[in-house]
Nanobody
Framework: EVQLVESGGGLVQVGGSLRLSCAVSGFTLNDHAIGWFRQAPGKEREGVSC????????YYADSVKGRFAISSDDAKNTVYLQMNSLKPEDTGRYYC????????????????????WGRGTQVTVSS
């Protein structure tokens, strides 16, 4: 059974940090890229970062470059998103999802079916 579970969200002050985790089961990180997406109320879901540990390839949206860092622990089958220097614009519900590649994850056109998404974790940055 494919499952992705996000954790680590919460309420943080402007300039603070959080580390999100995406624990996956039913498949291995060797076979998939993992992407982080976020969605605020009334806005479309946007890609934040992607990683393919096998290809050693990462992607970052321009809005988070230099502030966020994505990493993976293959032994734990877990992907992390370290978020630093948080801004109110970073507020939203953060989801992780599985993709065939970083290119697919960052393309804006490939959209995994529902079982390859987690339920999300809320991040709120207070101003």
């Amino acid at each position: 059974e494919v499952q992705l579970v996000e954790s680590g969200g919460g309420l943080v002050q402007v300039g603070g940090s959080l580390r999100l985790s995406c624990a996956v089961s039913g498949f291995t990180l060797n076979d998939h890229a993992i992407g982080w997406f976020r969605q605020a109320p009334g806005k479309e879901r946007e890609g934040v970062s992607c990683i393919d540990s096998h290809a050693r390839t990462t992607y970052y949206a321009d809005s988070v470059k230099g502030r966020f860092a994505i990493s993976s622990d293959d032994a734990k089958n877990t992907v992390y998103l370290q978020m630093n220097s948080l801004k109110p614009e970073d507020t939203g519900r953060y989801y992780c999802a599985a993709f065939p590649s970083v290119r697919a994850c960052s393309s804006g056109t490939y959209y995994p079916r529902s079982e390859y998404w987690g339920r999300g974790t809320q991040v709120t940055v207070s101003s």
